[in-house]
Nanobody, 124 residues
Framework: QVQLVESGGGLVQAGGSLRLSCAAS????????MGWFRQRPGKEREFVAA????????HYADSVKGRFTISGDNAKNTVDLLMNSLKPEDTAVYFC?????????????????WGQGTQVTVSS
């Protein structure tokens, strides 16, 4: 089992920045990969970014590429999502997810563990 706890959400003005953090505990292995997803009001959960546990590989949704950066700290078992140049359409509940495979994927159904989510609100 892997437990995931997100933190760092909040309210920010458009153009601002936020850093989300996901703390993983339990059976965390080097073969895992981690992802961030978000769910906007009335929308399906969507992929935001993913990273291999080693940190060597990352992948981003086109909508956040160049604005968001995913990073990991193996020593602390944390995965962060730095969000810059935030837009009102980035408003969503953001979820951290983990899967017991090293291949990065965008399909939420392929992730095994989920955090409870953290609200991000971007005002215009």
């Amino acid at each position: 089992q892997v437990q995931l706890v997100e933190s760092g959400g909040g309210l920010v003005q458009a153009g601002g920045s936020l850093r989300l953090s996901c703390a993983a505990s339990g059976r965390t292995f080097s073969s895992n990969s981690m992802g961030w997803f978000r769910q906007r009001p009335g929308k399906e959960r969507e992929f935001v970014a993913a990273i291999s546990w080693s940190g060597h590989y990352t992948h981003y949704a086109d909508s956040v590429k160049g604005r968001f950066t995913i990073s990991g700290d193996n020593a602390k078992n944390t995965v962060d999502l730095l969000m810059n140049s935030l837009k009102p359409e980035d408003t969503a509940v953001y979820f951290c997810a983990a899967r017991t495979r090293h291949v990065l994927v965008v399909d939420a159904a392929l992730y095994d563990y989920w955090g409870q989510g953290t609200q991000v609100t971007v005002s215009s």
